[in-house]
């Protein structure tokens, strides 16, 4: 174990192992004594990362949207013509990936063969294989996909937002593209984007389960070549702290209006750990704020505004972050005024100070309740990487936040004119 | 990990499954009782009732802020059914004592607040109170008719409603719309008191301690509990279709939905069902199934097209989410793949994969508390309780003669297509700034 450093917190009796691989990789093993193992295989290539520049081309390249995306599905084909969800069932292992806004994630969680499999997910996604013809045929798959999320109000209703909340930010952009951008995906676009962000110095390993680092370094051993630097240009987002509408409705075919209220965090601090912190503070702010104990939420569940699908949200990324409230209503209006009413009065007379000590303590349990599943650890542990945070340090953060600064923090983020309010509602409705 | 089950009293049983793998306990309380359509809608409504308020913190905001003095241990209200059963499932995820930051015993504190939701529920002049039952028929409602809002799970029950009309199989444990509209306080009250002294109880226990303590920190709630007899009705039901149902419905959105419904004799509880469940990944459940490899990767009609298995029922799904005009191509190819099994045309290796893929997800079960309990329950449900090692045994020895023969057993029922109405341009999102 010479390679390896352990980072430990004895307080929740959690640590982990970190390798530098000679190829360029990070690896990240989480020891956890489950029946399954569950590693992940990233990169730092999203939706919001289409527009690029290396060191070989001088000019900058706006890649067309949904690239990631498509990416991800086409690294399952093989030049034997051997689907790789094949390879990954040979060894009984239960294999997927996901794109979303920030970064690409291959993974398999296996109760057997955990090796075996490991080289499988390592050896594929070094293997890019692209056609015109499997280019082609997964744009009529992922036509399909687009239209399933063209028909989920929740989906379009998040869009909504998002594209009401930012003007330029690529953040907007559907995770999938549209079946136009997609149409215009070629080869040659596929393998640019591949050679630019599948760079093992761009990308991570995480693992969570009863393995042994060492083995998981022989088989990076055997799979991985030495990655060359990695050296990219992207432009800085000119993001205003404006929004881009202060309302939408889309009309839909669903029973009753649902609503998504955004408001725009324009101070997201710069140092990843700042950064942290404040979320964890918004978190507990939300439950403060708009949790299920507080007299908000009984008085419009009460009244019939709210249903028990209400869900209040902090989403932050390297770059940007929102609040985002949603639900259903049969008046979205009423409960956004209601919103608005509840913030200026909390401004004025601020949720106490036990209230505030009795969700940080709940914020703290589900944070170690979080340790009891592999797929969790590993999940998490990769999300808090790539924002630059280390995820053991996660509940100390939590302990540290002071009931101040939560209250400071609803001060300067509910600023009136940077809410926005997305609908969507019933076809038949005014 | 060993599964131990003693009676309590009659009626009452206490199933522990000792570990230590977990940070958190999980306890849940299940009242098992026939289904029915009318009872339906009244125990979902329940539920939704006793969420509300108990005599001890008669609001809900009330019973969220001592939920959150225990280490946020969410109480989970669950109402589902199993073949001609309906259960009413009470769960709390509560975090180990161990990371009490206070000495708080949190599990014993936990235990009393479901004792105070279960069996001290607030009641007025023998009913529940007329404001809360109100407010949450409105609310059942709108959740039934919510169903439209997703497209897929729309044409499932769909199509389980033409295809079982009359049958077990189409009640849905929500509720219907005109059933809850009849619901009283009184009468709710009436179902309430009906199932906390004749449903069959099975209390779940995952976690650190013992079951003899176990058994002693549960005495709040058991000492309340009286003797029971519980018994239902066996499932009856057509094992065969006799001819092929085909439904066509419309909805305003972009893609189309289909769903093939089949039947087979065979059941959750039949020697034949893990046969079942092989066949099953084979043909559409695994990520090398027929139907993905064929309706997706080979002609690239669906983004999704997967089968699966209902089993106290004995009903068998596959769905595809296509464009209109693939309806038929798409139909076609589904009932192709089946026929392929069903005359053998599959790999030794495609089987291997499929039973590989069955030891993974059977294996994963000690990992989630949840899962274990639902294992148990569903294998006691049956009838008959197994562990998954022990199931992976019988797994092991099915060959592709079982797979040939079970195929065989499936009869197609219903083709039903929900089409989209909606031209595939949508205003927003499509347009193309370049």
Known sequence: MNNWTVFENERIGEKYYYLRHKSGLPIYVFPKKLASAYAIYATRFGSVNNTFRTEENEEFITVPDGVAHFLEHKMFENEDGIDTFAHFSANGANANAYTSNEKTAYLFSATDRFYDSLRVLLDFVGRPYFTDENVKKEQGIIAQEIRMYDDHPGSRLYYAMLENLYQTHPIRLNVAGTVLSIARITPDILYRAYHTFYNLNNMALVIAGDVDPEAVEAVADAVLQKASSFCIEQPTVLEGNGISASKKVLKMDVSRPQFAIGIKDVNLPLDPCEKARRALAMDILNDLLFGRSTEFYGELYEKGLLQDDFTVEYEWYSNCAYNAISGESDDPDAVYEAILAHLDKMKRCPPSKTDFERLRRCNYADYIRGFDSTEEIANSFLHYLFLDVDYLKIGDLIAELTYEEVIELMRELYHEDRFTLAIVAPLNEL | ?434
């Open chain 2, 1 to 434: 990990m060993e599964h131990q089950r003693i009676q309590l009293l009659e009626g009452v049983f206490l199933n522990v499954v000792q570990t230590d793998r977990f940070k958190s306990n999980y306890l849940c309380l299940n009242f098992i009782t026939p289904l029915s359509e009318q009872t339906a809608s009244e125990k979902s409504l329940l539920i939704n009732v006793m969420r509300r308020g108990c005599r001890k913190y008669p609001e809900q905001t009330l019973l969220c802020r001592r939920l959150e003095e225990l280490y946020a241990s969410e109480i989970a209200y669950n109402s589902y059914k199993h073949g001609n059963l309906h259960l009413i499932g009470f769960s709390a995820d509560i975090l180990d004592n161990r990371y009490a930051m206070d000495g708080m015993d949190i599990f014993s504190d936990t235990v009393g607040l479901l004792y105070d939701t279960i069996l001290d529920p607030l009641i007025c002049d023998g009913a529940f109170l007329p404001s809360y039952v109100e407010s949450e028929k409105k609310n059942q409602i709108d959740q039934i008719n919510s169903l439209i809002n997703h497209k897929g799970r729309y044409a499932q029950k769909r199509c389980i409603d033409q295809m079982c009309k009359g049958e077990l199989a189409a009640i849905d444990a929500g509720g219907t719309v005109e059933n809850t509209k009849r619901i009283t306080p009184a009468r709710l009250f009436e179902v309430y008191e009906d199932i906390i002294k004749n449903a069959r109880v099975e209390i779940f226990f995952v976690g650190s301690m013992p079951l003899a303590e176990v058994r002693d920190k549960l005495l709040p709630i058991t000492s309340k509990l009286s003797p029971r007899v519980f018994c239902a009705s066996d499932i009856e039901m057509a094992h065969t279709a006799e001819k092929v149902h085909e439904v066509v419905e419309h909805a305003q959105a972009v893609q189309g939905k289909l769903v093939l419904g089949f039947r087979t004799p065979i059941r959750g509880g039949s020697p034949d069902s893990v046969a079942l469940r092989l066949f099953n990944e084979l043909f559409g459940a695994a990520p090398t199934s027929k139907l993905f490899m064929n309706v997706r990767e080979r002609l690239h009609l669906c983004y999704m097209c997967r089968s699966f298995f209902n089993a106290p029922h004995g009903l068998l799904f596959a769905s595809a989410g296509i464009d209109n005009q693939n309806y038929s191509l798409a139909r076609d190819e589904i009932l192709s793949q089946l026929e392929a099994v069903q005359k053998g045309d599959f790999t030794d290796e495609e089987l291997a994969f499929a039973v590989r893929s069955i030891e993974n997800s059977y294996r994963g079960i000690y990992d989630n508390p949840r899962a274990v309990e639902a294992w148990f329950m569903t294998r006691m449900l049956e009838g008959n309780v197994e562990t998954p090692e022990q199931r992976l045994l019988r797994l092991k020895v099915l060959t592709r003669d079982d797979v040939i023969r079970i195929s065989n057993t499936l009869s197609l029922d219903t083709v039903y297509f929900l089409h989209g109405d909606v031209q595939s341009a949508l205003a927003e999102g499509e347009s193309d700034d370049e």
